[in-house]
Nanobody, 124 residues
């Protein structure tokens, strides 16, 4: 059973940086896709970045220049480094996983496994 656990959220001022972590375990094979989503109050959950086992990474256009998605295989942990944060980045950030590969940015319904989320708050 896939298990995901996020950490690293917090409160920062606009222009600051945060690194979110997601500890991932329980994958049955290597053909999976990992993702970060976010959901602000009153808004739909939206994709931030998707990462495949072959290191293919896709970013949503509204964060592409400001985030970096990486994975430490030894620690089974994926990271989302976020820079130049804006108040509109305030949201609950979720780690998600699915089988198989992601050939694009997928909607939340396409993912079967979710973490509990970590809150990011950016003040102006």
């Amino acid at each position: 059973q896939v298990q995901l656990a996020e950490s690293g959220g917090g409160s920062v001022q606009a222009g600051g940086s945060l690194r979110l972590s997601c500890a991932a375990s329980g994958f049955a094979n290597s053909d999976f896709c990992l993702a970060w989503f976010r959901q602000a109050p009153g808004k739909e959950r939206e994709a931030v970045a998707h990462f495949n086992h072959d290191v293919t990474t896709r970013y949503a256009h509204y964060v592409e220049a400001r985030v970096t998605f990486s994975k430490d295989n030894a620690k089974n942990t994926l990271y989302l480094e976020m820079n130049s944060l804006k108040p509109e980045d305030t949201a609950m950030y979720y780690c998600a996983a699915r089988y198989p590969y992601c050939s694009g940015l997928y909607a939340p319904i396409m993912f079967d496994y979710w973490g509990q989320g970590t809150q990011v708050t950016v003040s102006s």
